[in-house]
């Protein structure tokens, strides 16, 4: 693997346009817009004051950004550097702004909630959607960038008003059969809109195009609920996170339950298939594969605390959906790799310290994380891998994010960036370091 120099950044604000061309990092107040092959500088561009969030247009010809604590937007044109446009929200706030797929709109939600500003760069028109829901997740467009969802609140129920994104009317609205609607998210394939209920109340329902509910399911009652919901990229499984730790996986045939993964903090022959990954960075040879039994080790939560610290709150599939990987808050120190053709435990990645972010390379089935030292892991089927930043100054590795093409990764520390470019001959070669071990 080779390593780029060390760049500034500001909030953790680096990201690579969709074409997968250029890199784009914020410095405080200022965006530098990067050549990815050379990393030399494009452009740089002055904003009003420090960026609070980035963001390409799906064509990789604008940049937007946002400044929510003075309710301003600027965004910028890569074709013409000295075009600009800033939208200024005034009085009534901005609390979160976004691109539609087509590139040409941006969404931008006030204060409160009180609505959602629809901007048009091309005809200047400005359009409102009434009563959106403060909740996780309560927008979301389909893959194809053909609808909108929204998550509305009005007299004391929820809502669904879903959008043609073409030219913003409405096509259906629908009242939603929850106590408390936390998120939406759409099925990959734009058929399926899944919507789930605050954890106080164990509920997901899945809907049609047209507003139809397709099925509910609910594993449990009298208790906290789901955490978090994840769909594969081929729309087959719905993977649901909940509180007592464990994973349900819904088919999209019957939207029945098909498997489900537990977390257990000791995992035994009996228990368990697979191949077990102990990865300990402060050792000589800080790889080693274990087999079960092995103990996982597992951080009692705050009952007086909000927020407990406890179940499944982060799913993420494979980009081939072979794979699914999994964290629970109360075993923070490892990532669960569940196999979803055999529907079992693949591997288990056990850190010395919490693990900060992971993510799937989009092109293979292979994992990269990070857990805030000087370190990058790396997981494949064939066998995982640590590797050194050699970067000065005690460069730690806070967040990552694969570049489109699965060639390189982008490591955030602190206030600092670099690249990691992986080498083919030398992936190989790591990724076979335990082949006769597997």
Known sequence: MNFSELFKQSNQLCKVSPDGKYLATCVQYRLVVRDVSTLQILHLYTCLDQVSHMEWSSDSLFILCAMYKRGLIQVWSLEQPDWHCKIDEGSIGLVSSRWSPDGRHILNTTEFHLRVTVWSLCTKAVSYMKYPKACQKGIDFSKDGGYMA????RDCKDYVSIFVCEDWHLLRNFETETQDLSGLEWSPNGCVLAVWDSCLEYKVLLYSLDGRLLSTYSAYEWSLGVKCVSWSPSSQFLAIGSYDEKVRILNHITWGKIAQFEHPASIDNTKAEGNFVLSVPELPHPDEICAP????????????RANPKIGVSVLAFSSDSRYLASRNDNMATAVWVWDMQKMSLEAVLEQTAAVRCFQWDPRHPRLALCTGNSKLYL?????????????EGGFQVQSLSWHCSGDFLILLGKDQLCLCYMDAEQEENTS???????
């Open 150 to 153: 929204l998550a509305e609140r």
């Open 293 to 304: 039994p092995i103990q996982i080790p597992v951080v009692k939560p705050d009952p007086d």
């Open 379 to 391: 997981w494949s089927p064939r066998g995982c891998v640590s590797v050194q930043v050699p970067a």
């Open 432 to 438: 076979c370091r335990h082949c006769e071990n597997v």
